[in-house]
């Protein structure tokens, strides 16, 4: 098997795993939504650490500790990413399944944008195509919800702002998520033994089961990253870019099928322009790819 086909089957599996979260979150009832997050918190940190050291990768993580400016830039990242995850968990433990696939559908075009707005990218005319097609769907989904979708959007720009952070700090993901989840830890320390104090919390007092479920929430953050990770460094971004369609795609299906989330037609409107806005991006995307390399084919060395 070539390494660029072994890569693509990991990307696949890692998205194919984040397409199975709405799945495992609600198993974790009766724990709300922030106290799953603090444990996802606490025991993601334990298994990266534990990572780190398997293979043998310490020294780089005492190397992005020392220095200041990526450190501060991963502590934001952080916050930004707590902020997804506690949203994310919220929202499929609510019934808003759906909404949270919306979110993720809407990404790569709030990417973009942060890209323009930031960075000082200019946007090809077809990527203002998507990114129209993209505001036009929020408008109707507000219209039709009678308030805008703010889970998606939530989602959409804390994840995109996530990215755009860890890719200025240049830090390995493994590396990256043991900073952010060590900074975090604190927090989501006290919150765990304030409401075991207060009898709030559900970690002791719902059975070994659930406990066991809580803790896993680390190994369940860690594996489809590791996947993910072990892809980006064997296949094109462009490759990666369209397999990052499966998860929320098997998310939207989940919430109309599995749990039987109402889709009316007006809802179905917004969903259909973000999917065209998304069809062009993409075929955008890999025709500016595959024009960049035969670009760099012609060019004399």
Partial sequence: MTSTRRGTLYGAGAYLLWGLFPLYWPLLAPAGALEVLAHRILWSLVVVVVLLGVIRRLPQLRAAVRDRRRLAQISLAAVVIAVNWGTYIYGVTNDRVVETSLGYFVNPIVTVLLGVLVLGERLRPVQWVAM?????????????????????????????????????????????????????????????????????????????????????????????????????????????????????????????????????????LGFVLVWIGLALFTVDLVRHHRRQLRLAVTVPA
């Fill in 132 to 268: 129209g097609a993209a505001f036009v769907a929020v408008v109707v989904l507000t219209v039709e919800n009678g308030s805008p979708p703010w889970i998606a959007l939530v989602l959409a720009f804390s994840f995109g702002t996530y990215g755009l952070l860890k890719k200025t700090a240049g830090v390995g993901a493994v590396e990256g998520l043991a900073i952010e989840t060590a900074v975090l830890f604190p927090v989501a320390a006290a919150y765990v033994v304030a409401i075991g104090i207060t009898g709030q919390g559900t970690f002791t007092s719902e059975g070994g089961g659930h406990a066991v479920l809580l803790a896993l929430a680390g190994v369940v953050t860690a594996v489809p990253l590791l996947l993910f990770g072990a892809a980006a460094s064997r296949v094109p971004l462009t490759t990666l870019g369209v397999l990052q369609y499966l998860a929320p795609t098997m998310q939207f299906l989940l919430g109309v099928t599995l749990f039987g989330e109402p889709l009316p037609i007006a809802k179905l």
